[in-house]
């Protein structure tokens, strides 16, 4: 519409000046032509200085926004990003070489007081603009109350009125990763600024060498580990957001694994997984055979994921925090649409994840015990074996 008329404002509302509309005005010092102020408001997108990036959801569903936080620091490394996460994805998000800066979200988002001292921490930073990669009531409340003059989300829910840039994904389908659709709002944002676009390539996240030779030596003397040998990290546990294969087929799997592999099989377990983590020690019953369910906080953790040379796991934040590291990984995955495994593919190398889930059939589609060990094996043994080539 912008481009059949132009309005003119000056000191005197008689001296207004319009073309093809009509409206009502009111004395105003300046005198402005919609449309120049509009150009120049998608001109101005491209000095964007501080951008606010959004994915306050869960573990593995923040890293998994990593590569395209990648893709904005490389494309435009001017730009500082800061980040709205919870405080228990905080530390990562501190260690994510992507990452300025964070704002630490409402622990409780009913709490009117808390979400008010997060609305007041985004104001103050005055953002240019603002990504939402996951879109929910909440974020789309939050990032319209704080002002930010450019608002991009997923154009997929009820509320996207709220963002003035949207762009359509159709997730539900899980036609692509997770990642990509990540990258694909990343993408977006960089078109509009008009700035050359840089692909990302694994790894996301790494430690120095020494970082990870230290870790290693903490380990082999916190669990009777051999350096010599590899090591192949295994998580049980599904931490409540997917399911999982059962403690017998793991059993069953980490025994075939020792019977091909003389390698060390080091059991993770997050908060309340101990115990589970020590009946599968105990169905195992191998000297080869570590438990591992203390550490010192989720960057420590991270530290030791890097130290892996295998890990596997069902769709859970672990397994998505080693394919950042880009370790070789070995994922079981429901069969339901929205919980494929091409949907939620960690960012390691293409070449570095096998995955697997249950026969595509609505009555078992989230039931990973129907999946059969010995058939998996047939494609895990030659894919340990690349990996460890």
């Not at 409540?240 to 091909?260: F, V």
């Not at 190398?349 to 078992?364: L, N, Q, R, S």
Request: hydrophobic fraction near 40%; include cysteine; proline fraction near 6%.
């Amino acid at each position: 519409m912008l481009t059949f008329f132009s309005v003119y404002i000056d000191k005197k509302p008689e001296d207004c000046t319009l073309f093809k509309q009509k409206s009502k005005f009111y004395p105003c010092k300046a005198r402005v032509n919609l449309l120049e102020y509009f150009q120049n408001i998608n001109k101005g997108f491209s000095s964007m200085q501080k951008l606010l990036v959004i994915r306050n959801d869960k573990l593995g569903d923040f890293v998994l926004s990593f590569p395209a936080l990648a893709m904005l620091k490389k494309s435009a490394p001017n730009l500082r990003i800061v980040a709205l996460v919870p405080k228990y994805t905080a530390p990562l998000a501190e260690i994510c070489p992507y990452i300025d800066e964070i704002i630490l979200d409402a622990t409780d988002k009913k709490n009117l007081v808390e979400t008010d001292r997060t609305l007041q921490a985004i104001k103050a930073q005055r953002f240019d603009a603002v990504i939402s990669f996951v879109s929910d009531w909440y974020n789309a409340k939050l990032t319209w109350k704080s002002g930010i003059p450019y608002r991009l989300a997923p154009a997929t829910k009820l509320f996207q009125f709220m963002y003035n840039r949207r762009l359509t994904q159709r997730r539900s389908r899980s036609e692509k990763a997770e990642f990509e659709y990540n990258m694909d709002l990343a993408r977006r944002f960089l078109q509009d600024q008009q700035l050359p676009i840089i692909e990302p390539q694994p790894p996301y996240l790494t430690f120095t060498q020494s970082a990870v030779e230290n870790q290693r030596v903490l380990l082999c003397e916190k669990l009777g580990l051999k350096p010599e040998k590899k090591w192949v990290f295994v998580h049980s546990g599904s931490g409540g957001s997917a399911t999982n294969l059962s403690l017998n087929q793991y059993a069953e799997l980490i025994n075939a694994i020792l019977a091909r592999f003389d390698c060390q099989i080091v059991l993770t377990a997050g908060p309340n997984e101990s115990e589970k983590a020590h009946q599968l020690a105990d169905a195992v019953n191998h000297p080869n055979v570590a438990i591992y369910d203390k550490n010192d906080g989720l960057t420590d953790f991270t530290r030791s994921l890097a130290c892996a040379d295998l890990f596997i796991a069902g769709s859970t934040g672990p397994l998505h925090l080693s394919g950042a590291l880009n370790v070789p990984t070995i994922g079981f995955y429901p069969s339901r649409l929205s919980a494929i495994p091409r949907r939620w593919r960690p960012i390691n190398d293409i070449d570095k994840h096998i995955a697997f889930c249950p026969p595509f059939k609505k009555e078992v589609e989230k039931n990973l015990t129907v999946i059969n060990i010995a058939d998996c094996l047939k494609d895990i043994i030659p894919f340990i074996e690349r990996q460890w080539a």
